[in-house]
């Protein structure tokens, strides 16, 4: 069954993209982070453009962390202090991301940069799970007991000026780390079309050292609010947020979420993670072929301008 | 008084043809100046065909009198059908709206493909088709020429934007056939026009599912030894309609009140998802 994308401007198949929603929600449901790093680069491949793909799947990301905040806010998971300061940095770097996204449009590279920094980010993300898998796997062979470290170690960061306290987290840290953070993600956020959440979780917790049963309520919080504001910015300025599209990824989601929080429950953490590592390099991979491949056409046609 | 008599035979007898599937999935009812489907003509003729009994040497209609992009668009397929006074040949040129296009070249650089060149050309058709009774390039030998241009000519009227040298020019624009050929947008060879009993002609107009919105103009030319005799145009607007038409109009002219819409719509199925898997 085919459906016409008013944005997208083409026609693609009802059950690609519900396919493509319920895979992302899969993976939400399975490791807590949203989808969209994967999404995004699937709507890619099958054809949606660049930006049409990036700026819907912002909008997306908007139902998937509405829907799992409501839980976290209920049982209290959200250090609200750590998430506004993580949104103040959020919301510049996607209102300059947006700005940039723009300006990229306009001079033809953003197809470019946008498949390179899924390459950079999707390889670096992977590689680093897969080796902290394999890290926990051989360890635990051999030391089933291992006692686990302090919560935190203390860097030259936590030096900086400007220090407040987050009782929710037990941090005394200096609030321009969570600015910065919230600065990148909101800049990723803008160009990428991702809540973030798989950059911004492990960084809560290896960066700023946050405890795990906070972050992803407050990252939840920080990604809502900065998915809200990219989505409005590309639909003001762009014009390349296809509701059509964005409600077929959730209405997939909702069908792919509880199927992956219950195969999340029943596989082991380390081999959830090894699996998702593994699906990640593959798709940093495919990009990357794109991008050294010659082309099948080195000629393409950017955005037509009827001239009054 | 034959031809008039063929004339309405045809006209009854193209409906019932019409009733193939591409047409089966229409949801709004044919415009008001085509017959209605699968009724013979009433008294109110369509207005390419006069009542007056003058004998125009070209009379034509298309199937449909407009293509409308709805939500189950997948392309479409318009024929455009006539009669003409023999002698003669006939050639169908289809023509969509002129706009700027700005084509982008890559090239290999450290060993990654990136845009590196552009050139903006002006006056390109989003949509350019040419048929004819027979080969074209016999017909247009003959000096045909003139009105009727073959795409390679058409394009060499487009203005580039911004001066380069005419070898450069040349690659771009053939790069720029070369994409929208792909598209469907510059169909190589559409079907030829057949004519059936020395004065009946019809020809299939396909169009693909990325088609530009614009008033495209459906012409077709009655030649005879080489020149053009008659010359008869249709306007064919294409457009979005209905509830695709509404929110690509909201994303053009309202981005900002869209984009509200957009995040509303977000966190209304969010919240019903969550609810309905919550649930379970």
């Known amino acids: 069954m085919e459906i016409y994308l008013p944005i997208a401007e083409q026609s693609m198949n009802v059950f690609i993209l519900l396919g493509l929603g319920a895979a992302a929600g899969l993976l939400a449901g399975m490791f807590g982070v949203g989808g969209g790093f994967l999404a995004t680069p699937l709507l890619i491949f099958v054809g949606i453009p660049p930006a049409v793909a990036v700026a819907s799947q912002a909008n997306q990301v908007i139902a998937n962390s509405v829907s799992s905040l409501q839980v976290q806010w209920r049982r209290g998971n959200v250090d609200l ?11 510049i ?12 449009k306009r001079i033809g590279q953003i197809d470019f940069v946008i498949a390179v920094l899924y390459v950079v980010m999707l390889s670096s993300i992977g590689l680093l799970m897969l080796a902290e898998s394999l890290r926990t796997y051989l360890k635990r062979r051999r030391n089933p007991e291992a006692p686990r470290g302090k919560l935190h170690t203390h860097y030259l960061v936590h030096r900086l000026p400007l220090k407040l306290r987050f009782y929710k987290s037990k941090l005394y840290i200096s609030a321009l780390l969570p600015l910065a953070l919230g600065f990148i993600i909101g800049i990723l956020s803008a160009i990428l079309g991702v809540g973030g959440g798989f950059v911004l979780v492990p960084a809560m917790i290896y960066l700023l050292g946050m405890p795990t049963s906070v972050v992803i309520g407050t990252s939840n919080f920080q990604i809502l609010f900065v998915a809200a504001n990219v989505t409005f910015l590309q639909a003001a300025t762009n014009g390349t947020v296809d509701v059509v599209l964005a409600l077929l990824l959730i209405m997939g989601g909702v069908v792919g979420a509880p199927i992956g929080s219950r195969l999340a429950a029943k596989l082991p953490g380390v081999a959830l993670r090894g699996l998702m590592s593994v699906l990640i390099l593959a798709v940093a991979a495919e990009l990357l072929t794109e991008l050294l491949r010659t082309p099948s056409s080195i000629y393409s046609l950017s955005t037509r301008e009827v001239l009054p | 008084m034959t031809w008039r008599l063929a004339l309405l035979g045809l006209l009854a007898v193209l409906p019932a043809a019409f009733a193939v599937p591409a047409f089966a999935q229409r949801v709004e009812p044919p415009p008001a100046s085509l017959p209605p489907m699968g009724g013979p003509p009433d008294s109110s003729a369509p207005p390419s065909v006069p009542t007056e009994p003058t004998t125009p040497e070209l009379i034509v209609d298309l199937s ?17 059908f006539g009669m003409f006074d023999p002698p003669g040949e006939i050639v169908v040129v289809v023509q969509g709206p002129a706009a700027r296009e700005t084509v982008m070249r890559k090239q290999r650089v450290l060993g990654l493909w990136l845009n590196t060149g552009r050139q903006s050309f002006d006056d390109v ?33 487009i203005k580039p934007a911004t001066p380069r040298d005419s070898a450069e020019l040349a690659k771009f ?13 510059y169909p190589a060879a559409i079907g030829q026009v057949t004519v059936q009993a020395g004065r009946l002609f019809r020809v299939d107009l396909p169009f693909p599912s990325r088609l530009p919105e614009g008033i495209y103009e459906v012409k077709a030319y009655l030649l005879r030894d080489g020149k053009i005799v008659a010359a008869v145009s249709r306007p064919l607007p294409v457009g979005k309609v209905g509830f695709s038409a509404q929110l690509a109009g909201w994303s053009a002219h309202e981005g900002p009140l869209y984009g509200l819409g957009a995040i509303l719509m977000a966190l209304f199925a969010g919240w019903i998802g969550g609810a309905i898997v919550r649930r379970l």
């Open chain 2, 125 to 157: 058709p989003a949509y350019y088709a040419i048929a004819a009774s027979q080969p074209l390039q016999r017909l247009l030998a003959r000096g045909a020429g003139g009105e009727i241009l073959s795409l390679e000519d058409r394009l060499s009227t």
């Open chain 1, 81 to 91: 202090r750590m998430g506004l300061v993580l949104l103040l940095g959020g919301m």
């Open chain 2, 64 to 80: 449909l009198a407009r293509v409308s992009i709805t939500s189950a668009f997948q392309g479409e397929s318009i024929l455009m």
């Open chain 2, 173 to 185: 624009r053939s790069g720029l056939v070369e994409v929208k050929r792909q598209e469907g947008l």
């Open chain 1, 93 to 104: 770097g996607s209102s300059a991301g947006v700005s940039l996204f723009t300006y990229l």
